[in-house]
């Protein structure tokens, strides 16, 4: 199809399919798609589909073994660069109806500075894996992203133009991570997002995903788990101090200034090196990181004394329950402020 801001292909990466994936290229040749295969190491027992798949029409790319879904797309996006094409990315499973790629398309055309998703509605036909799963991660995006929601964060079903596709393909993620890092990486990146309603399509309850609910889980939360780690280190290391100090008598103000020093050293370190990865200026970030600290800081010290003196809880569970609730404004300040 002709559109008049992008040249779009349609990106499927692949990993032991079967003639779903036949039946979807199909209909999309039939209406004059370009088509991009990548075969994710699926082994010579596949290779009729993918020699199928040439015969239609498509260009297939190939993995010598199975390297994630995350290194398919990038495969994908390095082919759409060198091509000058933008691209709509639909999973191999059948799930993602002709019609609802091309309308991606279409929408991505009339948008082309934004990322576009196909959100399914889920409800009660939807798969408890796919429910499950899918509710877990929109509620953490949604926390850990001042409030801004995701109806659907797992779709594969994506458009993006050719200036964009160069502005991610450097996200950090192999396998199925990558997905929600894109999502991670939106506002550190300016990228806005329109979210397309789709088709709900489950074939045979979702048994044809390759989707590890607890290895891949934990790969799509390991930047928020090795953030919940440090941060949960660091404050145990505030927390402490903060006893000791108060225990000999300090001053609360005093107390927890000198805690939250201590603990932001150690806090600092670790997430520079190990969650957010940034090899900035140290000066620069070390400055925009004790900024934050004094104001995340006072705020601990404002209301915890409130709760203190005016609720009447005792200093130690009041201090622990405030840093509770600041914890979501500590992860956004870092990761929109000071690792930019």
Same mark, same amino acid.
């Given at each position: ?18 003639? &779903? =994936?036949?039946? %979807? +290229?199909? #209909?999309?040749?039939? $209406?004059?798609? *370009? ?5 994710? !190491? ?12 040439? &015969? =239609?029409?498509? %260009? +297939?790319? #190939?993995?010598?073994? $199975?390297?994630? *879904? ?5 495969? !994908? ?53 796919s ?6 991660t ?97 404050a145990?290391v ?48 070390m ?10 800081a ?21 201090k ?21």
């Amino acid at each position: 199809m002709k559109y008049k801001n992008i040249d779009p292909i349609v990106l499927i990466p692949a990993y032991m399919p079967d003639e &779903k =994936l036949i039946n %979807v +290229v199909k #209909e999309l040749i039939k $209406n004059d798609e *370009k088509i991009l295969i990548v075969n994710d !190491g699926s082994g010579p027992d596949f290779d009729n589909i993918f020699e199928e798949a040439k &015969k =239609l029409g498509c %260009v +297939v790319l #190939e993995h010598d073994v $199975n390297k994630g *879904k995350g290194r398919a797309l990038k495969t !994908g996006f390095k082919y759409c660069i060198e091509n000058n094409y933008s691209a709509v990315t639909a999973d191999a499973d059948g799930q993602h109806l002709p019609k609802d790629i091309m309308n991606i398309e279409r929408v991505l055309d009339e948008n082309p500075d934004k990322m576009i998703l196909g959100v399914r509605d889920f409800d009660e036909t939807t798969p408890m894996r796919s429910m499950l799963g899918n509710t877990i991660t929109r509620k953490v995006f949604k926390v850990i992203n001042d409030g801004d929601e995701i109806v659907d964060t797992q779709t594969g079903l994506r458009g993006f133009s050719l200036d964009m596709i160069k502005d991610i393909i450097d996200i950090e993620g192999e396998r199925y991570e990558f997905e929600m890092n894109m999502l991670l990486e939106l506002k550190e990146r300016n990228i806005e997002v329109i979210q397309e309603p789709i088709a709900v399509v489950y074939i045979d309850d979702n048994e044809s995903s390759h989707y590890d609910t607890l290895r891949d889980s934990l790969r799509v939360y390991k930047r928020i788990i090795k953030y919940i780690i440090s941060s949960t280190s660091s404050a145990l290391v505030d927390y402490l101090s903060f006893c000791l100090f108060t225990f000999f008598g300090l001053p609360l103000l005093v107390a927890t200034y000198t805690a939250r020093l201590i603990s932001s050293l150690f806090n600092y370190t670790l997430n520079r090196k190990y969650v957010f990865k940034n090899d900035g200026h140290i000066g620069k970030t070390m400055f925009k990181y004790y900024i934050l600290v004094v104001i995340v800081a006072f705020l601990s010290y404002f209301f915890t004394n409130v709760v203190h003196n005016y609720i009447g809880i005792n200093v130690y569970i009041a201090k622990a329950v405030v840093d509770m609730c600041l914890y979501v404004v500590t992860y956004n300040g870092q990761k929109y402020f000071v690792f930019k």
